[in-house]
């Protein structure tokens, strides 16, 4: 069974840093395609970026500038570095993970969920 663990989640002040973490793993034999996603309370799920195997990026404009995505297709590991932080970003974010599964099925799956909390 394909499982995402999330990780680096935290409280920081406005202006600092973060770094978030995803791997898949169990069962889950090639990732085409990772992304974050977070939700704010309240608020519906929003994409924050994404990035395919071939590491082709996508951000929403509120994080350009400010977060960095990137993936190790060996370890099935997505990474987000998150500078510049602010209250707005204060949400449950959540990893993505489109893949194959070690029997050829594809399939889409979700993490449970890490809080990252700015303080003004």
């Known amino acids: 069974q394909v499982q995402l663990v999330e990780s680096g989640g935290g409280l920081v002040q406005s202006g600092g840093s973060l770094t978030l973490s995803c791997v898949a793993s169990?069962?889950?034999?090639?990732?085409?395609?990772m992304g974050w996603y977070r939700q704010a309370p309240g608020k519906q799920r929003e994409l924050v970026a994404t990035?395919?195997?071939?590491?082709?990026?996508n951000y929403a404009d509120s994080v350009k500038g400010r977060f960095t995505i990137s993936i190790n297709n060996a370890k099935n590991t997505m990474y987000m570095q998150m500078n510049n932080l602010k209250p707005e970003d204060t949400a449950v974010y959540y990893c993505?993970?489109?893949?194959?599964?070690?029997?050829?099925?594809?399939?889409?799956?979700w993490g449970q969920g890490t809080q990252v909390t700015v303080s003004s």
């Open positions: 990035i395919t195997s071939r590491t082709s990026t």
């Open positions: 993505y993970t489109r893949g194959l599964t070690t029997n050829w099925v594809p399939g889409e799956y």
């Open positions: 169990g069962g889950i034999a090639r990732v085409s395609a």
